[in-house]
Nanobody, 118 residues
Framework: QVPLVESGGGLVQAGGSLRLSCVAS????????MGWLRQAPGKEREFAAR????????YYAESVKGRFTISRDNAKNTVYLQMNSLKPEDTAVYYC???????????WGQGTQVTVSS
């Protein structure tokens, strides 16, 4: 098990920024690929961004590319999602997830709500 706790969500106007954080418990954080996924009301959960174990490689969904930045600090067991130029369509519950390349995301946080007003 890898307990994950997200924070940093909230209400922001379109064009604004938020930074989400996700803290993991345990000593194995650096061995997991970390990701952020989101689920808008009435929609399925969708991938937003992921980062390799070392932080050297990142990958983004087309919908957030150029606006969102994922990063991690293995010394702090924390992964971040910097979200800039937010749009109303970014409104969703954002989930932090941990996994491996072979098994995908196996562990999930409880989610944090992001609401972007127009």
């Amino acid at each position: 098990q890898v307990p994950l706790v997200e924070s940093g969500g909230g209400l922001v106007q379109a064009g604004g920024s938020l930074r989400l954080s996700c803290v993991a418990s345990g000593r194995t954080f650096s061995t997991y690929i970390m990701g952020w996924l989101r689920q808008a009301p009435g929609k399925e959960r969708e991938f937003a961004a992921r980062i390799s174990t070392s932080g050297g490689n990142t990958y983004y969904a087309e919908s957030v590319k150029g606006r969102f930045t994922i990063s991690r600090d293995n010394a702090k067991n924390t992964v971040y999602l910097q979200m800039n130029s937010l749009k109303p369509e970014d409104t969703a519950v954002y989930y932090c997830a941990a996994g491996t390349s072979g098994a995908g995301f196996r562990y999930w946080g409880q989610g944090t709500q992001v609401t972007v007003s127009s």
